[in-house]
């Protein structure tokens, strides 16, 4: 089992930055591929970025490559969203996540959840 803490969302204007935070528990971190995955109200959850296990390889959704960068130290760990940029449609429960592979995590095949922090972008 991995038990996922996401910490850092909140309230911003428009344009600021925003990094999240997640921090697994349980069974080795080092092993899982992780990302980063959001829903809006009225929307589906949808994927955001994905790093690998070593972090090497990253991926991310077209609606935020070139702002959002994910990076995770496992020594720590944790995974982190580094969100720059923000827009208002960004406002979402942004959600962690775990699998095996990270080409599973961009396909939404996920192990593990973590319980969602709020990010709420204002104009």
């Known amino acids: 089992q991995v038990q996922l803490i996401e910490s850092g969302g909140g309230l911003v204007q428009a344009g600021v930055s925003l990094r999240l935070s997640c921090t697994a528990s349980?069974?080795?971190?080092?092993?899982?591929?992780m990302g980063w995955f959001r829903q809006a109200p009225g929307k589906e959850r949808e994927f955001v970025a994905a790093a690998s296990w070593t972090g090497t390889n990253t991926y991310y959704a077209d609606s935020v490559k070139g702002r959002f960068t994910i990076n995770r130290d496992n020594a720590k760990n944790t995974v982190y969203l580094q969100m720059d940029r923000l827009k208002p449609e960004d406002t979402a429960v942004y959600y962690c996540a775990a699998s095996v592979s990270v080409l599973f995590v961009t396909r939404g095949r996920v192990d593990y959840w973590g319980q969602g922090t709020q990010v709420t972008v204002s104009s």
């Open positions: 349980g069974r080795s971190f080092s092993t899982y591929a």
